[in-house]
């Protein structure tokens, strides 16, 4: 059999290789952290999950797949496991998702299908949505919640342990703790070369097909292989915050002004930067603790070694307090500066492609053929937590060349993320330019 490689195991490479492995592909995943992930974009215990979008959203459509995905897996383990009771309730927590628009993007709005999904979703203007929800909203903005299964928070360090845990039980190797150091192709087999980081010794490892899932990273790793992929993908950082309502402050809260805040989380403002928050911890009787941060405060990495221990700069921490205190007042809950905790705050890696949709996609070698015996899954930035499992679909239909009767949706979807002439080539870079 075969021998695939995935290089990078976050939340994309887990899922590549579990997909994999589900239909008995032969399977070594490497990792660079050790089982204990703490540094990529798939760190903590929360993301948005929602399917809240257009006719036929690509994005919906891989949030959904990703839910039949997990079911599909917990199936597995739960068969291999009879003991052990694996459910969907350990990854998803299902909560109304509050969307906060400009009324300006009011044509935007129109096209999520209300009338359609009335139980679903519903928006209020700011005249009714105190009424309706609990929240005063500025007069130019539009508030929409949508209430649906599994839509509120995903938990990524659950799902990959039980990714990993699918992927060993299926026979596929998660080599922890060791880094790609370079990949070539050398009469039609790839080459990869591995460094074992605990004793930093370096070997070879070849197989015919290879998946690069390397996050921020992907750059790197390409840069023999396909070096036209600084102009596809960059590393950007983007702070996180994780603040609480001190608990002497929360508990003079009424109930009222508590349901209204758990209501509201999580938050995702598409005004301006993007202000996002959601609930990261949560303990009985006590002030749960709140991660938030700007999708669009996104910057330039230097150095993506170093920006794990970096400080992130005052000013990001400064804009993400005061929207948080914007939310609260939002809620008609008002607090003062040093009734806000900040529990911690760090810098947090994205990848993003030039056009800032994702790409599951062949990578074309450097000099300009297509090789369908690669591929990549990248530029995920702030939304791919939610379709991780329908992009690994993706990749592994890429790689093994299945998927007999694809629905519309799959082939639509396939074009948006897999085709790496719409991909690519977008925002006019032309071929002539990538090599
Ligand atoms: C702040 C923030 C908020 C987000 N919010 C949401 C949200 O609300 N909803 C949502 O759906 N999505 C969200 N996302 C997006 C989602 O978390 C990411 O899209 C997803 O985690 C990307 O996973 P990945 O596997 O591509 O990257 P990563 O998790 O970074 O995985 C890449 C892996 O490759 C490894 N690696 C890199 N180079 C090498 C090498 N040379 N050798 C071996 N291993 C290597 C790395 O160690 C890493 O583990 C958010 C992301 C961030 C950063």
């Not at 993003?352 to 369908?372: A, C, M, Q, S, W």
Request: proline letters at 3%.
């Amino acid at each position: 059999m075969e021998k695939i490689v995935v290089i990078g195991g976050g939340l994309m490479g887990s899922s590549v290789a579990w997909k994999l492995v589900d239909r008995d592909a032969k399977v070594v995943m490497i990792e660079q952290q050790g089982q204990n992930y703490f540094k990529g974009s798939s760190i903590g215990n929360t993301r948005i999950a929602r399917s809240l979008g257009p006719k036929k959203d690509v994005f919906s459509y891989a949030h959904n797949k990703t839910i039949q995905e997990v079911t599909r897996l917990l199936e597995y383990l739960n068969e291999e496991e009879p003991k052990q009771q694996h459910t969907i309730d350990e990854i998803y927590s299902t909560s109304p998702v509050s969307y906060l628009y400009h009324k300006n993007e009011y044509a935007k709005i129109e096209k999520l299908r209300f009338k359609k999904q009335k139980k679903d979703f519903n928006r209020a203007s700011p005249s009714s949505s105190f009424r309706k929800f609990g929240m005063s909203i500025p007069d130019d903005t539009i508030l929409v919640r949508e209430k649906r299964q599994y839509s509120g928070t995903l938990n990524p360090t659950e799902l990959l342990k039980k990714l990993r845990s699918g992927i060993e039980k299926k026979g596929g190797e998660i080599k922890y703790e060791h880094q790609v150091v370079g990949l070539v192709k050398k009469d039609d087999i790839f080459e990869v070369s591995v460094l074992n980081m605990k004793t930093q010794k370096n070997h070879k490892l070849k197989a015919k097909k290879v998946v690069v899932c390397s996050g921020a990273y992907t750059v790197n790793v390409l840069k023999e292989f396909a070096p036209y992929f600084n102009k596809i993908i960059s590393p950007k950082k983007v702070v996180l915050s994780f603040f609480k309502i001190t608990d002497d402050r929360y508990g003079q809260l009424s109930e009222v002004e508590k349901e209204a805040l758990f209501n509201s989380l999580p938050f995702f403002s598409q005004i301006k930067q993007e202000y996002f928050a959601m609930i990261s911890e949560l303990k009985e009787g006590v002030s749960p603790i709140i991660k938030a941060g700007g999708h669009q405060r996104r910057r330039n990495i230097h150095d993506l070694e170093k920006i794990w221990d970096e400080k992130p700069q005052k000013k990001e921490l400064k804009w993400i307090k005061k929207q948080f205190k914007k939310h609260l007042e939002m809620l008609e809950i008002y607090v003062s500066k040093k009734d806000i905790e900040e529990v911690k705050s760090y810098n947090c890696v994205y990848s993003e492609t030039r056009t800032k949709t994702p790409i599951v996609t062949h990578i074309f070698n450097k000099y300009g053929v297509l090789d369908t015996n690669i591929a990549v899954v990248g530029g995920m930035s702030g939304i791919g937590a939610k379709g991780c499992l329908c992009y690994g679909l993706l990749a592994s239909d890429l790689l093994l060349g299945k998927n007999d009767k694809p629905d519309k949706m799959y082939k639509k979807m396939t074009k948006a993320f897999g085709n790496p002439s719409v991909n690519l080539y977008t925002k006019r870079i032309k071929p002539g330019r990538l090599f």
